[in-house]
């Protein structure tokens, strides 16, 4: 167990009411960097319990991915007393997050609001999908339909020459989900900072469709008078050895190899561009497959200070020999006695830690815990709660 001491942010507590993806790991963030982050779920469950892969563990890894760290209460907001406990965490917390669509938090008595009423130095993190100022303020948004609303299928479409609809595809990630959280966070120890110096919260809007188009580093390109799509090479097929990557522009590469290598030209005198591009293309793949071995490419390739990587699948990136030497997987606790394989956040101090001090909780695992220590309530008021309905647990 790692001392608060050495967590750059043990003093703080965050009450947590988003689920899905964007809000949570904004909050599991925190968590691992030592705040007390307490996920306040909704009688129903977290989305992520059940449209995410659960065969293998019980327990979706979706969900333990985003929400590792954390304690868990199960409030109903749909009832006066639920709501009443909320706003009574909310005193007692630095920082709010939701994610539910605009409107929503107002309803349920925990919207900005409220919030400032019961706590004005708490800062809260509002993510959205478009904005609660937008025209579009009332759509739902997940990662798939972000991904279309902000251009990124059809951008990606065009880019790879598939341009019809039978040819685009949605991107295979959640890249809006993610984006988005990472700013929040951003945003949040923004505010947090600025509320040292004036004692006063704010309220942090975070809409996924301008953080994903804030960062898509397309963006430059398109946005030129003609606009620009830029190519890029596909993989060298080393044949045997697999498929190599190699950064830069190909008649750049073409240089650096031939200057490293003294590949012959294939190329005759007076051939086109595109015909010199074709031909020595596979001069190259045909020197990358004559090599013994995709590690004797790289290599090479090292020593001559060509940035190069080969092609490896997910699981050999998350499992291979690199991985282990980054410590880049953490085995937490699955549940059910055994443990999981969770990536690590890249975080490396040279003074604090970062830790996954808990497990992803389960719905309502903590609801007396939490009541108990940061309320003050007794176990009879706790049960009193709970038999009224206003908290649930598995």
Known sequence: MVAPSRLPMSDLRVLDFSQVLAGPYTARILAELGADVIKVEAPAGDLTRVIAPKRDRGQSGLYTWANLGKRNVCIDLQKPEGRALALDLVRRCHVVIENFRPGVAD??????????????????????????????????????????????IEYQARKSGAG?????????????????????????????????????????????????????PETPFELLD??????????????????VVVAGPPQHVWAELVRA?????????????????????????????????????????????????????????LEGPFARERGLLLQVDDRRGG?????????????????????????????????????GLDAARVAALAAAGVLLAE
């Open 164 to 216: 019809s609809a039978a040819r685009m595809v949605n991107l295979p990630d959640a890249r809006a989900d993610l984006t988005t959280a990472l700013h929040a966070a951003i945003g949040l120890l923004a505010a947090l900072r600025d509320a040292e110096r004036t004692q006063v919260g704010q309220r942090i809007e975070i809409a996924m469709y301008d953080a994903v188009l804030g960062t898509y």
């Open 107 to 152: 309803r349920l008595g925990i919207g900005w609001d409220a919030v400032h009423a019961a706590n004005p130095r708490a800062v809260m993190v509002s993510v959205s999908g478009f904005g609660s100022d937008s025209s579009r303020r009332e759509q739902g948004a997940f990662a798939p339909t972000m991904h279309a609303a902000t251009g990124l």
């Open 261 to 317: 290598f003294a590949i012959p030209d294939p190329a005759p005198q007076g051939a086109d561009l595109a015909s010199k591009a074709r031909l020595r293309r596979a001069a190259i793949e045909r020197w990358m497959a004559a090599q013994e071995s995709r590690e004797a490419i790289l290599a090479s390739l090292e020593r001559a200070r060509i940035p190069c990587a080969a092609v490896v699948s997910l699981r050999e990136a």
């Open 339 to 375: 443990t999981r394989p969770v990536t690590r956040l890249p975080y490396r101090f040279s003074a604090s830690e970062v830790a996954a001090r808990r497990p992803a909780p389960r719905r309502g695992e903590h609801n007396a815990e939490v009541l108990q220590e940061v309320l």
């Open 226 to 243: 003609e606009p620009e799509l830029r190519e890029e090479p596909p993989p060298y097929d080393a044949g045997p050895n697999g498929f």
